[in-house]
């Protein structure tokens, strides 16, 4: 969890004023801002980071919007993550080209996928598999298969030392008549870790990970593409020679940071120049007690999973946001000052943005402070059950 401290701090470098919205009185609050300078730049630190729009596979888990998506797709970023089948229909009527399900499908969803693959016949769809009987589910069907590798998360995947039994699960892959797409490895558990120990652990794994892709290519089967890094592992992956020098193509799955937050921001490299380019419009609704005012941003709108605070004020450092309940977000006034009065707006920057956009049926696009269009947040949620 990021401390309070540490949040303040990531933000010291924000310029409020880049924030301010025109005419914010008649926002109904709270609302979610996205800042479309700011989201173009973050897209253009990437690129330069990666080296081109084609090593970039980001998780639109965090865009949401069908149109980041295809602002995404106008840079040459064409190939996606997913995690739901409603993201997974988003990004392909965006324009994406190439879109991996990144979550264990099976059953109704795995169905589900299969037809999204026939509705869109000109993407390539892929999803992850980690045993020979998942294959099953995906025969004679457009959908390729990434073997999904477990790094030490444990949450998915086949664990990193049993290369052999993964080269044997992509010779079954290729033997089902199924277009084996590559590898799967993603290694978000290492967010933890500072940045010297996260790099220092996550190219260990990738040592292994040379070897699996070894293992596999030594039975004469060729690895197509290895998937690495989310947001935290990024900066690992990237100074990790090997993984670019290899006989496949590597892709990074970084998505947190088209927006970014406090804690992304905290994880990577400030020179990087990454910023807010998502926060949430809030407003002063009660002063209930000295050193004390509540807005309205509860956990319905700032997403508490990465615990508390949930998010910083942009421009109020004295002010620390407190528990949230479902539709109040108490702030604690550390300075000895009057703080903001009721109808007051705040700026908030989330502690996690992935689920706060999540939260949101629309959002304002905000270009050169004032909004120039309200968009549906496309991919919120899922698809209907049935």
């Known amino acids: 969890m990021t401390t309070p401290a540490r949040s303040t701090h990531i933000l010291e470098a924000i310029r409020p004023e880049d924030y301010l919205i025109e005419n914010a009185s008649e926002v109904l609050t709270p609302a979610l801002a996205i800042y479309t300078e700011i989201l173009d730049q973050n897209i253009a630190v990437t690129l330069d980071l990666v080296g081109s729009a084609d090593r970039w596979r980001p998780h639109v888990k965090t865009a949401k919007l069908s149109y980041v998506m295809r602002r995404l797709v106008d840079r040459g970023v064409m190939n996606f993550?997913?995690?739901?089948?409603?993201?997974?229909?988003?990004?392909?009527?965006?324009?994406?080209?190439?879109?991996?399900?990144?979550?264990?499908a099976v059953g109704a969803n795995a169905r589900r996928a299969r037809a999204l693959a026939d509705e869109f016949p000109s993407v390539k769809v892929s999803a992850l598999v980690e045993n020979s009987e998942q294959i099953e589910g995906w025969s004679e069907s457009r959908v390729g298969l990434f073997i999904d590798i477990n790094p030490g998360m444990d949450r998915t995947g086949i664990e990193q030392d049993r290369a052999d039994e993964i080269a044997h699960l992509a010779r079954a892959i290729e033997d089902?008549?199924?277009?084996?797409?590559?590898?799967?490895?993603?290694?978000?558990?290492?967010?933890?870790?500072?940045?010297?120990?996260?790099?220092?652990?996550?190219?260990?794994?990738?040592?292994?990970?040379?070897?699996?892709?070894r293992a596999v290519e030594g039975i004469g089967i060729k690895v197509p593409e290895v998937i690495?890094?989310?947001?935290?592992?990024?900066?690992?992956?990237?100074?990790?020679?090997?993984?670019?020098?290899?006989?496949?193509?590597?892709?990074?799955?970084?998505?947190?940071?088209?927006?970014?937050?406090?804690?992304?921001?905290?994880?990577?490299?400030?020179e990087w120049g990454y910023r807010p380019a998502a926060v949430v419009v809030s407003t002063v609704v009660s002063q209930p007690a000295k050193g004390r005012i509540t807005c309205d941003a509860g956990h319905k709108t700032v997403s508490a999973d990465s615990g508390v605070p949930t998010c910083a004020v942009i421009g109020r450092p004295e002010l620390l946001p407190a528990r949230p309940s479902e539709e109040h977000l108490p702030v604690e006034i550390l300075e000895d000052q009057d703080g903001p009065k009721i109808g007051e707006q705040l700026y908030l920057v989330p502690m996690h943005i992935c689920p706060t956009v999540n939260n949101f049926d629309y959002a304002m696009i905000v270009e050169g402070n004032r909004v120039a269009a309200v968009e549906c947040v496309t991919a919120r949620g899922r698809e209907a059950p049935l």
């Open 81 to 104: 993550k997913c995690s739901t089948t409603l993201e997974l229909r988003v990004a392909c009527e965006a324009g994406a080209a190439d879109v991996v399900l990144a979550y264990p």
């Open 176 to 213: 089902a008549g199924i277009a084996f797409r590559g590898l799967h490895y993603y290694d978000g558990h290492l967010a933890k870790l500072d940045l010297a120990e996260r790099e220092r652990v996550a190219h260990a794994g990738y040592d292994r990970l040379i070897d699996i892709a």
């Open 228 to 270: 690495t890094a989310g947001t935290p592992a990024m900066p690992c992956s990237l100074s990790y020679p090997r993984l670019a020098a290899g006989a496949f193509i590597h892709r990074l799955s970084p998505g947190t940071i088209v927006y970014s937050d406090c804690t992304s921001l905290s994880q990577l490299p400030k």
